[in-house]
């Protein structure tokens, strides 16, 4: 998400940002403005649903609400299929020192120390 992009390191690609050293995987850049922001509010509210629900103990309430975060993520491009098209595998959720971007990251480790959130 764009807030995330401008806290953490994105990768070169821009497919990922990086957190504590792990990629996940960033929104689809082709997404009109207008749909982006619809998900975006979608997802939000989903997440503050499933907030309430853990508060209140509510496990059917919570179910569904995850699976709403769920499917806006997907729509997002941040879960399920990968949104670009060049075939490179998709590392969402992987230490960037373990993928393909492991030189970047050192490169960008050795610059300035590792971020801890």
């Known amino acids: 998400m764009s807030g995330d992009r401008e806290r953490h390191p994105v990768t070169p690609d821009?497919?990922?940002?990086?957190?504590?050293?792990r990629l996940w995987r960033c929104s689809n850049p082709a997404l009109p403005p207008e749909r982006r922001a619809e998900l975006v509010r979608y997802l939000m509210d989903a997440r503050r649903r499933v907030g309430a629900a853990l508060k209140t103990g509510d496990a059917?309430?919570?179910r569904a609400a995850r699976a709403d975060v769920d499917r806006a993520k997907?729509?997002?491009?941040?879960?399920g299929p990968?949104?670009?098209?060049?075939?490179?595998?998709?590392?969402?959720?992987?230490?960037?020192?373990?993928?393909?971007?492991?030189?970047?990251?050192?490169?960008?480790?050795?610059?300035?120390?590792?971020?801890?959130?």
């Open 60 to 62: 059917e309430v919570e």
């Open 82 to 117: 990968v949104w670009w098209e060049d075939g490179a595998p998709d590392w969402n959720r992987r230490m960037a020192k373990n993928t393909s971007y492991k030189e970047w990251w050192a490169g960008l480790t050795a610059q300035k120390p590792i971020e801890k959130s």
């Open 14 to 21: 821009g497919r990922y940002f990086v957190v504590r050293g």
């Open 74 to 79: 997907v729509a997002l491009g941040e879960r």
